[in-house]
Structure formats: C-alpha cells, structure tokens
T-cell receptor, first 112, second 111 residues
Framework: DARVTQTPRDKVTEMGQEVTMRCQPI?????VFWYRQTMMQGLELLAY????????DSGMPKDRFSAEMPDATLATLKIQPSEPRDSAVYFC??????????FGQGTRLTVV | QKEVEQDPGPLSVPEGAIVSLNCTYSNSAFQYFMWYRQYSRKGPELLMY????GNKEDGRFTAQVDKSSKYISLFIRDSQPSDSATYLC???????????FGQGTTLQVKP
C-alpha cells in the first residue's frame, strides 16, 4: 500500500528553535509538494520539486524556511528560527508531473 | 485575487440530499482538476481527477469541468453522514505542474 510518510506527526517547540520535518514520497513519484494549512489561509503552497530540483519556492519565507531533497526518497522542510506564527499543519504530497498528488498525514507544529 | 476561489461554507444538508460544491479559477494555464476530501486531523484524500471539460462520474460523486467559464463542480448524490468533511478543489498547471487549492468547503450531512 503505497503512501506518503511524514515525520514527526506532532511537534511542540519553543520559539527560536530549529524544526525539521521529513517526508518520504511514494516510490516512483518525481514531484514533491510542501503545503502549510491554517484555518485562516487554507492550504498554501510553500515549495515544490521535480526530479529533486526546486521549481518554485515563492510561497516560502526565505529568511527562515528552507526545503531540500537530499535524495529521491527524502524531502525536508526546515524552519530556523521558529516563531509562534509558524504554528500550522504542514503537508507533503507527491505525484507525477501532471497527474494526481497524494498527501501524507501531515506534521502538526506548535511553536510556543 | 486568489487563483482559485471556493466558498468556505459551512454547508449543512439533510441525509439523502444532493450536494453541489463549486470553485472558480482565474488562469487558463490550469488544465488538470482535482477534488479532495479531508476529514478532521487527516491529510487530504484524492476523490476525483479530471482533465477535459465535461463530466466524470464515480459512484455517488460527479465532477464537472467547464473550461470556457473556468468553473469546476463536485456533485454528491444521496449524501451520507460519513460524507461530512471539508472538500477542497485543486487546479494544476499543465506547464509547470504547480498545484493550487481552493479554501475548502466544510460540509455537514445531518442524519
């Protein structure tokens, strides 16, 4: 049963700490998306990759957020330093170039 | 103006009703259209995927796309309490692969 796996599921951290979220895309998928979901803004696209290369990260605050794909089986999203306004659910999704995208269960981040 | 507009609701209907959910989008570069369902504290789950204008049916669900008016719809027949969730429309660019979501509509189906 192929699925997108995200870790951790929940993260509580103090303001100023570094946070790293990880995503294992479905094997064979060459496109990976990172989204942030809040009640106010809904699902916002932060960044996406094709064949491990970043295509668009315009939705991401560049001063504190970074996204990478060290290899085809791992995507990471880092926040340094974290702030209370970063509290949200972060989703990773994977797919092929123009097809469907499949989501992980998300990382619920709380910054206190 | 957002690239995808969707009424957040909430929408409340009695069990058995026909539900109509709608979105509009602004850019004709979006050529692929999806509907997702999201239960509380879960990730979005793909319901329907369409490419061309017209209708696509899957069980009680029908997705409709009108590219000329940039309007997409999801119809749910014989709605059930288990259909209570948030429904998100999504559009994808044929050129860049960028995938953008609407705000989501919260649906409650009352027994």
């Amino acid at each position: 049963d192929a699925r997108v796996t995200q870790t951790p599921r929940d993260k509580v951290t103090e303001m100023g700490q570094e946070v790293t979220m990880r995503c294992q895309p479905i094997l064979g998928h060459n496109t990976v998306f990172w989204y942030r979901q809040t009640m106010m803004q809904g699902l916002e696209l932060l960044a996406y990759f094709r064949n491990r290369a970043p295509l668009d990260d315009s939705g991401m605050p560049k001063d504190r957020f970074s996204a990478e794909m060290p290899d085809a089986t791992l995507a990471t999203l880092k926040i340094q330093p974290s702030e209370p306004r970063d509290s949200a659910v972060y989703f990773c999704a994977s797919g092929i170039r123009t097809g469907e995208a499949f989501f992980g269960q998300g990382t619920r981040l709380t910054v206190v | 103006q957002k690239e995808v507009e969707q009424d957040p609701g909430p929408l409340s209907v009695p069990e058995g009703a026909i539900v109509s959910l709608n979105c509009t989008y602004s850019n004709s570069a979006f050529q692929y259209f999806m509907w997702y369902r999201q239960y509380s504290r879960k990730g979005p789950e793909l319901l329907m995927y369409t490419y061309s204008s017209g209708n696509k049916e899957d069980g009680r669900f029908t997705a409709q796309v009108d590219k000329s008016s940039k309007y997409i719809s999801l119809f749910i027949r014989d709605s059930q309490p288990s259909d209570s969730a948030t429904y998100l429309c999504a559009v994808r660019s044929g050129n860049t692969g960028k995938l953008i979501f609407g705000q989501g509509t919260t649906l409650q189906v009352k027994p």
